[in-house]
Structures are given as C-alpha cells and as structure tokens.
C-alpha cells in the first residue's frame, strides 16, 4: 500500500464511525481523493454506500516550444548579428563569403533591424535574388552566426490525455475490517519499535551529554567504588557513560584538566589490566595512552 493511500485510511479513520463523504471536512481537501478511495475500494479496504467517484479522462494542455533548428518556414525575422556587422567593416575581396552572402548581410546590415524576409530584396547584376536562393543564404548566414532570427512558436506534440479526477460520489464511504486490520498492523508495528531497546538506545542518544560538573562527579562516585586511591582508570568512565562517542568524552575529561579539576596520566604498569581495557586510554603521539584519572 502507498504512503498516500495509508495516509488516506488514517485520516478516515479519525472520523466518526471511520465514515465520511469524499466533500466531508478533512477529506474534501485530500489530493487525488476520488482516485485513492477508487484504489482502497478496489483493494477491499474501504466500501461505498451510494455511487463511486468518477474518473474522468480530460485532454492535456498543448504547450508551445520554440523550434531548436533554423527552418525558414518558422523564421518571422532575421538581423544581423555583432560578427556580422564587423565583418562588413573589412576589405570585401579578403572575406570568404559570396558577393550573394555579403549583399544579404549588406542588407541587413542597412538599418541594424529585424526584418521580415520579404523586406530582404537584393540584386544580383541586373537580376533580383530568388527566394530560394536567398533563404538558402539566410540559413548559411545563421549557421555561421552571422545573423540573427526570431521564429514563431511551434505547437510541441501533446501527450494523448492527462489524467485528472472529478469527484461526482453522491454516496459515502467506510473503512472496512480489512482497512482496520492494516492499520491495526500499523499500529503495532511502531509500538514494537518504541519497546524495543534500539529504540531506548536512539532516545539516548539524542538526549544532551553531560556537562563537566556532571562527568566530575561520575567520576568522584567511580572512584569512590573502585577504591583505587585516586587514580581511576579511565575505562570505567566509559562503561558507565555507552552512549557517549569516545571523541566527545576525550573532549570532556580535557575541559575538565583545562578547568584544573582533573589530571589525566599515562599507564606505566599494563599487566593489572587487559589489552580492551588499555585501548579504552586516550592515545598519544609519544609513550604509553593516557589512563588514570586523577581528581584535583
């Protein structure tokens, strides 16, 4: 089942007798309504007392795109572009277009306008261009950037139909026992998770750390049931407090040194203690990790 649809079966649950109209207040504002009570229907989660929604087939908005490709029966106007008004500045027998190409672009470059094709009229000898010639020109003249041109818009193909819902339900609709039974599931599904100890873990760890004050007392109430004199090896610390990431309680004990309410030394003598208990000493670029704790 989609999350809209169980969403759907929450919301009708919270109504009277799991019963409403799809124009009822918390319903007639749900997206695509009459669409999901089609489906919950269909599935068995709900029934209907009356008629069902309809579902009505409307066609698609048709969009306009601009043509991407220079074709002339789409071309409104034509200018002439910066590099083209450059290049009619140098010497006509160095440029490597045809004395047809720089007559259009002359042209054009007259009055510095967009024009519409058929203002575009130019002579060849005594004998005017042809359209065709001068449309092929025109493309040349795009392709190489030398122009510019605006295009009419071109109707882009439409998608066959688009869907959209009217509601038209005359009747009511009810969750049925199959709609209770999921959300029942549901339900004991997130009361597992919240009894469960990952859970506890993960409400933990999202709890605040300790502050200083806080860590310096654990750490007098561990000493004071280690018995070792004042020197409390660090690894009781961090069996007390799991939750703490190791960097965070490293930080702690050092704003605690910082503050001169801690002394931290390194382990000398390793045979009193096991090689997980020793990793649990903060680590040091030279001699042995730092271990016992000592308050000041």
Aim: with cysteine; glycine share 6%; charged share 25%.
């Amino acid at each position: 089942m989609e999350f809209q649809h169980l969403k759907f079966l929450l919301k009708l649950s919270d109504l009277p007798n799991g019963r409403a109209k799809l124009t009822s207040i918390g319903i007639k504002d749900f997206p695509d309504k009459a669409q999901i009570s089609q489906d919950l229907a269909n599935d068995g989660s709900i029934s209907f007392d009356g008629a069902h929604p309809v579902i009505t087939i409307e066609p698609a908005i048709e969009q306009v795109e601009t043509p991407q490709g220079f074709e002339i029966k789409n071309v409104v106007t034509v200018g002439i572009a910066p590099t083209g008004q450059a290049l009619l500045n140098l010497d006509p027998s160095q440029l490597p277009i045809s004395e047809g190409e720089l007559k259009v672009l002359a042209k054009l470059g007259e009055t510095g306008e967009m024009l519409k094709l058929t203002e575009i009229v130019v002579k060849i000898g005594t004998k005017k261009m042809s359209a065709t010639d001068r449309n092929m020109i025109l493309e040349k003249l795009h392709s190489s950037g030398l122009i510019t041109a605006s295009f009419k818009p071109v109707k882009a193909k439409k998608p066959a139909t688009s869907k959209t819902t009217k509601t038209k339900a005359s009747g009511e609709f009810q969750i049925t026992a199959k709609g209770q039974d999921c959300l029942q599931k549901l339900h004991e599904y997130f009361e597992s998770l919240r009894k469960s100890p990952a859970s506890d873990l993960d409400r933990t760890k999202l709890s605040p750390p300790p502050s200083d004050p806080e860590i310096l007392q654990i750490i007098r109430e561990l000493d004071s049931k280690a018995e070792n004199d004042n020197y409390l090896p660090i690894f009781y610390l961090r069996e007390r407090l799991p939750t703490i990431p190791r960097e965070e309680l490293d930080r702690i004990l050092y704003s605690l040194v910082k503050q001169k309410k801690i002394k931290l030394t390194a382990l000398l003598d390793t045979e009193k203690y096991t090689q997980k208990q020793i990793s649990a000493g903060i680590s040091q670029l030279s001699g042995g990790p730092l271990f016992l704790i000592r308050i000041v």
